[in-house]
T-cell receptor, first 114, second 117 residues
Framework: DAGVIQSPRHEVTEMGQEVTLRCKPI?????LFWYRQTMMRGLELLIY????????DSGMPEDRFSAKMPNASFSTLKIQPSEPRDSAVYFC????????????FGPGTRLTVT | AQKVTQAQTEISVVEKEDVTLDCVYE???????LFWYKQPPSGELVFLIR??????QNEISGRYSWNFQKSTSSFNFTITASQVVDSAVYFC??????????????FGRGTSLIVHP
């Protein structure tokens, strides 16, 4: 079975540009999580959805970040405008049953903003 | 305050040595969930174990074992007879309740384990 799919795997963009990261969760999973990983701050939860509904977005750093989950098989994380400090690895994870159950992570998107 | 503390930033061992990775957590909830994940050099985090706060039984899975002690708020992970393939960053995580009624997962900073041949 396919795991969590993320695209692109690598993204290099210039400051000020819009960046869209994509995620396809494991089929049948009803929870989806977006994380950001940096050396400075470690692994941070940005937002998570249960049944396509955002449950907690307190980790979203600022208004430049937005996330959507239009259906059970697709989610996006958008950064507009991007800044160099947004450079990080962004992980998407999905879970069957919510945040108290194990999460299955995608391979991540390495974002570099110059 | 850090909710999940992994005090060991990096551990270096020689193959076949036993190694214990420490995890100390902080929560006021009586119901919570603890996890360990492995992040190999390829980058993708892999789930290892989940424990709820009502189950203090230790668990063994092959060379891996976990010691959950509520009295010390610890959930330590031991690898017996380590192998080079165990080299990875290991994360401990806690899901505890929030004021909104949901559970928020929080990850520790991770412990980098290097196993030398």
């Amino acid at each position: 079975d396919a795991g969590v799919i993320q695209s692109p795997r690598h993204e290099v963009t210039e400051m000020g540009q819009e960046v869209t990261l994509r995620c396809k969760p494991i089929s049948g999973h009803n929870s989806l999580f977006w994380y950001r990983q940096t050396m400075m701050r470690g692994l941070e939860l940005l937002i998570y959805f249960n049944n396509n509904v955002p449950i907690d977005d307190s980790g979203m750093p600022e208004d430049r970040f937005s996330a959507k989950m239009p259906n059970a098989s697709f989610s996006t994380l958008k950064i507009q405008p991007s800044e160099p400090r947004d450079s990080a690895v962004y992980f998407c994870a999905s879970s069957l049953g919510g945040e108290i159950y194990e999460q299955y992570f995608g391979p991540g998107t390495r974002l570099t903003v110059t | 305050a850090q909710k999940v503390t992994q005090a060991q930033t990096e551990i270096s061992v020689v193959e076949k040595e036993d190694v214990t990775l420490d995890c100390v957590y902080e929560t006021r909830d009586t119901t919570y969930y603890l996890f360990w994940y492995k992040q190999p050099p390829s980058g993708e985090l892999v789930f290892l174990i989940r424990r709820n706060s009502f189950d203090e039984q230790n668990e063994i899975s092959g060379r891996y074992s976990w010691n959950f002690q509520k009295s010390t708020s610890s959930f330590n992970f031991t690898i017996t007879a380590s192998q080079v393939v165990d080299s990875a960053v290991y994360f401990c995580a806690l899901s505890e309740g929030s004021s909104g009624g949901s559970y928020i997962p929080t990850f520790g900073r991770g412990t980098s384990l290097i196993v030398h041949p």
